[in-house]
């Protein structure tokens, strides 16, 4: 593999670049080409063609992220599903419904894997029927969310109130789509002027009322795997979390009730560093269960989007009063 940049004299292959690459993008989705040339301590133009093959590969997508406290929900909710026969038709059901944000096919007994985000307990209970209505699904194991211990939203909110009218949802749909999308493709998305969608876009990220970071496409036909672990087990000393926190192999994690005390993503690019962090869970409740599962192919991953009924929202003290 050829080399592309270089720091302090020593040549960097492509591979690392990128992965280094994707590290500053995660922490923010839209720093400059130069920002990234300097970080990375190559040349602009160099940067810029490595930017652009991951981003058209579709291996790298940047995109926004709404909070989703801030945003109005109050009920998360993980579910493997057991289907009859293939799952692809299943897949698609579950990608169509209002409610979820997450789908992967999955290897193992349960050939999917959902998470739906939920205004109210009714809402939650509704997803769930309608979900048991699609034809083939022959088992659903639950967890709901209690707290979020790592993924992008997980620390407390503060900031002034916020307050969203259309043009603020216009704007992150479109950063949900692109989320290095100039001002001026955004303005005209928004029906506004370039001005107020620098403002806006300024202001959401500010209040944190958005995220904007890029994701890199998990599966087997990919540079990354992903896994999901659920553990049932008593996490006494903390000593669960702060490891899960502290993982850069770790994207996301909560504790829960249900099927599972906790539910962790794990990515890496080897199936021998999902086996470490698969041990070191392993260690970590040496009286519990651990389970985990293959992420297949990711069919749905959509956090951005809102409920229209949370347009005036919040921002100061809008902790996880998740369930």
């Known amino acids: 593999m050829s080399a592309i940049g ?3 004299g020593v040549c960097v292959e492509s591979t690392e670049v990128e992965a ?9 989705g839209r720093m400059s080409v130069k920002e990234l040339a300097t970080q990375l301590g190559m040349p602009r133009a160099a940067a810029s063609r490595t930017l652009r093959e991951m981003l058209e590969s579709g291996a790298v997508r940047v995109g926004a992220a709404i909070d989703p406290r801030v945003a109005g929900y109050r009920f998360f909710l993980h579910a493997l599903v057991a289907v009859d026969g293939p799952v692809e038709a299943v897949a698609r059901s579950l990608r169509d419904l209002p409610d979820t944000v997450f789908v992967a096919s999955l290897a193992g007994s349960h050939g999917l894997a959902f998470e739906a985000r939920c205004v109210s307990e ?35 909110v503060a900031g002034p109130e916020v307050i969203l009218d259309a043009i603020d949802h216009a704007l992150i749909a479109a950063l949900e789509v692109d989320g290095r999308a100039t001002y001026e493709a955004l303005a005209q998305a928004a029906e506004t002027s370039v001005s107020t969608a620098r403002e806006r876009v300024s202001r959401l990220l500010r209040a944190r009322v958005i995220r904007i970071s890029a994701v890199e496409r998990r599966g087997v036909r990919n540079t990354q795997l992903g896994m999901g672990v659920g553990i049932t087990g008593n996490d006494q000393h903390g000593k669960l979390a702060s490891y899960a926190r502290n993982s850069r192999y770790i994207e996301f994690a909560v504790a829960a009730y249900g099927q599972f005390d906790f539910i962790v993503t794990v990515v890496a690019p080897t199936p021998a560093e999902l086996h470490g962090v698969l041990e070191d869970l392993r260690r970590l409740v040496p009286d ?12 749905k991953e959509s956090y951005a989007s809102a409920p229209r009924s949370a347009m005036r929202l919040g921002v100061a003290g809008s902790g996880a009063d998740v369930a």
């Open 20 to 28: 280094a690459m994707v590290r500053l993008l995660q922490s923010d």
């Open 288 to 299: 519990g269960e651990v389970d985990a599962w293959m992420q297949l192919s990711m069919v």
């Open 6 to 8: 270089s720091r302090e």
């Open 122 to 156: 009714a809402a939650k209970a509704a997803t769930l029927a309608r979900v048991r209505e699609i034809p083939a699904v022959r088992r659903i194991r639950t967890t709901s969310y209690t707290e979020i211990l790592k993924g992008p939203f997980a620390a407390a």
